[in-house]
C-alpha cells in the first residue's frame, strides 16, 4: 500500500459520540462527568454541547477508541457513535448563528433648566 492510500481522506476517520445523560442526582451527575472525562482522556474534543469527537488515522484506530468508548457507557442515558471519513468531514457545513445585535440608541432626554 502506497503512503498516498494510507493517508487520503476516505481512509481517515472522525470518530464522534453523541450522548444525553440524565444528570437529576449525585450519581447521575458522576456518572456524567466520569464519561465525559474518560473521552477527553481517550482524546475526544467537544464539538457541541454532548457531542465529542476524536481524528483517527485508520479505520482500525477508529474501531480501537470505538471499543474503548462501549467499555465506559454509562448505565444510564443515551450514547450514539457515529464513525465518518475525512472527507466526508471535510464536507460538513457549520454555522455560527449568532447575529449582530442591534443596540437601541440611547433616548436623547431634554433637560430644561
Given at each position: 500500500?502506497?503512503?498516498?492510500?494510507?493517508?487520503?481522506?476516505?481512509?481517515?476517520?472522525?470518530?464522534?459520540?453523541?450522548?444525553?445523560?440524565?444528570?437529576?442526582?449525585?450519581?447521575?451527575?458522576?456518572?456524567?462527568?466520569?464519561?465525559?472525562?474518560?473521552?477527553?482522556?481517550?482524546?475526544?474534543?467537544?464539538?457541541?454541547?454532548?457531542?465529542?469527537?476524536?481524528?483517527?488515522?485508520?479505520?482500525?484506530?477508529a474501531d480501537v477508541?470505538?471499543?474503548?468508548?462501549?467499555?465506559?457507557?454509562?448505565?444510564?442515558?443515551?450514547?450514539?457513535?457515529?464513525?465518518i471519513t475525512d472527507?466526508?468531514?471535510?464536507?460538513?457545513?457549520?454555522?455560527?448563528c449568532t447575529k449582530?445585535?442591534?443596540?437601541?440608541?440611547?433616548?436623547?432626554?431634554?433637560?430644561?433648566?
Open positions: 500500500m502506497s503512503d498516498d492510500n494510507r493517508f487520503n481522506a476516505y481512509r481517515i476517520m472522525w470518530v464522534m459520540v453523541f450522548f444525553d445523560l440524565p444528570t437529576e442526582t449525585k450519581k447521575q451527575k458522576k456518572a456524567y462527568s466520569d464519561f465525559r472525562k474518560a473521552l477527553v482522556n481517550d482524546g475526544f474534543t467537544m464539538f457541541q454541547f454532548s457531542i465529542y469527537m476524536r481524528h483517527c488515522m485508520s479505520a482500525e484506530n477508541h470505538t471499543k474503548r468508548v462501549k467499555r465506559i457507557l454509562p448505565s444510564e442515558g443515551h450514547v450514539g457513535i457515529m464513525r472527507k466526508q468531514f471535510g464536507d460538513m457545513e457549520l454555522f455560527d449582530p445585535k442591534n443596540l437601541e440608541k440611547p433616548v436623547q432626554q431634554l433637560e430644561l433648566f
